[in-house]
């Protein structure tokens, strides 16, 4: 008798610890989210942060506040995250900045791949290579040749060094094989400023930015360095259609919280992040930001910020690029 007494007891209390477990799976989240954006308000960034802050935010219950964090290339938001309590209610948006600060910094305070864990990927936008209306480059392969015949004579614009367009720029001119200058900038509109005086002969940039330059006909793309055509400019062959077949490069963005959040969270906050990147109504909102929507799992989010790591660390190697 007493053996089926303690039995018993023994199966209520399993009985009620699983319930407690439950309880604290399905009670998720309790209160306001945050997202610490490494950028100011108002660019690409921000913008995807906020329109998948704005429904993920109505599907778990919860109000989820932007916190802008800007500088150091992304460390003091990256660091300020990765020190934060591994309870799910501080996430970061990744970028391809989260990759190259790995390299380009001699030392940091965190290290991404092993103190965050990422949700999944949110989307990928566009690199153009661009140059002025007038330019006497009608195609990718008039650049080319020209570049070639004419070794170190073609400046290439971009914006400051180690910038994701900077180093697209140092991928295209070793990719293409060509001796050319590459020329930072202090932000996109220097970059269009030296274009349109001629101070440079062609640009690499994000395409958001200079979009309204190629609709208004002040600039124009040669090609984009994704990996399919922009949505946007459809008549634009990649850098692949146009002959230059390993470049790649393309900015990205992604959500992720501290590596020692509790699996339960981090499987809800990424089956919750791939339905609203699956929504038509957000769906539509970034691709008109020129931002391709990229739901995944969670091992698809790990192995872009490892491969992006590697891939630009060896960028930065190639092109002698200085530690910060």
């Known amino acids: 008798m007493m053996k089926n007494l303690r039995s018993k007891i023994v199966g209520i209390f399993c009985l009620f610890m699983l319930s407690l477990q439950a309880v604290g799976q399905t009670a998720f989240p309790v209160k306001p989210l945050k997202i610490v954006v490494p950028f100011g308000a108002g660019g690409v960034a921000d913008l995807t942060a906020r329109t998948v802050a704005q429904k993920l935010g109505e599907n778990l219950g919860q109000s989820i506040v932007i916190e802008n964090k800007p500088g150091a290339g992304g460390v003091v938001a990256t660091d300020a995250v990765a020190k934060s309590a591994p309870d799910g209610y501080t996430l970061l948006l990744m970028s391809n900045a989260?990759?190259?600060?790995?390299?380009?910094f001699k030392t940091?305070?965190?290290?991404?791949?092993?103190?965050?864990?990422?949700?999944s990927i949110l989307g990928t936008f566009d690199i153009a290579i661009v140059v002025p209306q007038e330019s006497k480059f009608s195609?990718?392969?008039?650049?080319l040749t020209y570049a070639k015949a004419n070794p170190g004579k073609l400046n290439i614009g971009s914006i400051n060094v180690g910038s994701t367009q900077n180093l697209a720029a140092e991928l295209f001119k070793s990719t293409a094989g060509i001796d050319a200058q590459v020329v930072p900038f202090n932000g996109t509109p220097a970059v269009l400023t030296a274009l349109r005086g001629g101070q440079i002969d062609v640009?690499?940039?994000?395409?958001?930015?200079?979009l309204p330059q190629i609709k208004g006909q002040a600039l124009r793309a040669l090609a984009v360095t994704g990996d399919k055509r922009a949505a946007a400019l459809p008549q634009v062959p990649t850098a692949k259609e146009s002959g230059i077949r390993n470049l790649y490069a393309a900015s990205w963005n992604a959500l992720a919280v501290p590596s020692k959040t509790p699996k339960d969270v981090v499987q809800k906050l990424?089956?919750?992040?791939?339905?609203v990147l699956n929504n038509p109504d957000v769906r539509k909102k970034l691709s008109d930001m020129?931002?391709?929507?990229?739901?995944?799992?969670?091992?698809q989010a790990a192995d872009l910020l490892s491969s992006e790591t590697k891939r630009w660390g060896e960028v930065i190697q190639r092109a002698g690029i200085q530690k910060q």
């Open 108 to 119: 940091l305070p965190y290290d991404a791949e092993k103190d965050l864990t990422p949700l």
């Open 98 to 104: 989260t990759a190259v600060s790995a390299s380009l």
């Open 203 to 210: 640009g690499v940039e994000i395409l958001a930015p200079v």
């Open 139 to 143: 195609t990718l392969a008039e650049l």
């Open 270 to 275: 990424n089956l919750e992040i791939q339905n």
């Open 290 to 299: 020129n931002v391709d929507p990229q739901p995944s799992t969670l091992q």
